[in-house]
């Protein structure tokens, strides 16, 4: 309740605001950065509705996004590489927060997918690395809780060729694969 010595009332917050000298301020500060030269590309394929990669030359890793050195062995990654962009579902939560932390009445679910290397032929694990973060469609909330999505086979549900800009949401999210 305060210091007893020194008797006052305190302000409040939108009292304080209004005291003289006081200015509001909203910064309007914009960025951008270089995407470099591998992530541009891929950016680029999104645009495309292509989902591009880059292997690694000594131990055969597709990363996708794409990376100019392997985290493995440390080799320039040289050789671009398409995905069909089917995937599994590695891991899933239920958010009930949007990218912009507004509280979602009807949550989303955002995925870990580990893509298909090209070549995958459903018998081995032929998986690009490290996978792709996105949203999951056409899935409940129950079906994250019981684990069923886990392993789910997914692909991506693009957005139209007009409304792509050259971003990871040119894909709107990734939806089960029938059958
Ligand atoms: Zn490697």
Same mark, same amino acid.
């Given at each position: 309740?305060?210091?007893?010595?020194?008797?006052?009332?305190?302000?409040?917050e939108k009292e304080?605001?209004q005291?003289?000298?006081?200015?509001?301020?909203?910064?309007?500060?914009?960025? $951008?950065?270089?995407?470099?030269?591998a992530?541009?590309?891929?950016?680029?394929?999104?645009k495309?509705?292509? @989902?591009?990669?880059k292997?690694?030359?000594?131990?055969?890793?597709?990363?996708?996004?794409?990376r100019s050195?392997?985290?493995y062995?440390?080799?320039?990654?040289?050789?671009?590489?398409?995905?069909?962009?089917?995937?599994?579902?590695n891991?899933?939560?239920? $958010?009930?927060? $949007?990218?912009?932390?507004?509280?979602?009445?009807?949550?989303? @679910?955002i995925?870990?997918?580990?893509?298909?290397?090209?070549?995958?032929?459903g018998k081995?694990?032929?998986?690009e690395?490290?996978?792709i973060?996105?949203?999951?469609?056409?899935?409940?909330?129950?079906d994250?809780?019981s684990?069923?999505?886990i392993?789910?086979r997914?692909r991506?549900?693009w957005?139209?060729?007009?409304?792509r800009?050259?971003s990871?949401?040119?894909?709107?999210?990734?939806?089960?694969?029938?059958?």
């Amino acid at each position: 309740m305060g210091e007893p010595r020194l008797p006052g009332t305190y302000l409040k917050e939108k009292e304080m605001y209004q005291l003289p000298g006081i200015v509001e301020h909203r910064p309007d500060a914009k960025y $951008s950065f270089s995407a470099g030269q591998a992530v541009s590309r891929f950016l680029e394929g999104l645009k495309q509705g292509r @989902i591009l990669g880059k292997r690694c030359p000594r131990c055969g890793r597709v990363y996708v996004p794409p990376r100019s050195y392997c985290e493995y062995c440390f080799a320039p990654t040289a050789e671009w590489v398409e995905v069909s962009g089917e995937g599994e579902v590695n891991t899933a939560v239920v $958010s009930y927060i $949007s990218t912009f932390r507004e509280r979602l009445e009807e949550p989303e @679910i955002i995925a870990v997918i580990r893509l298909y290397a090209p070549g995958y032929t459903g018998k081995k694990d032929e998986y690009e690395f490290p996978g792709i973060f996105h949203k999951l469609c056409g899935v409940k909330p129950e079906d994250v809780m019981s684990g069923r999505v886990i392993g789910m086979r997914v692909r991506p549900r693009w957005k139209p060729p007009e409304r792509r800009v050259g971003s990871i949401t040119d894909i709107e999210c990734f939806e089960p694969v029938e059958g």
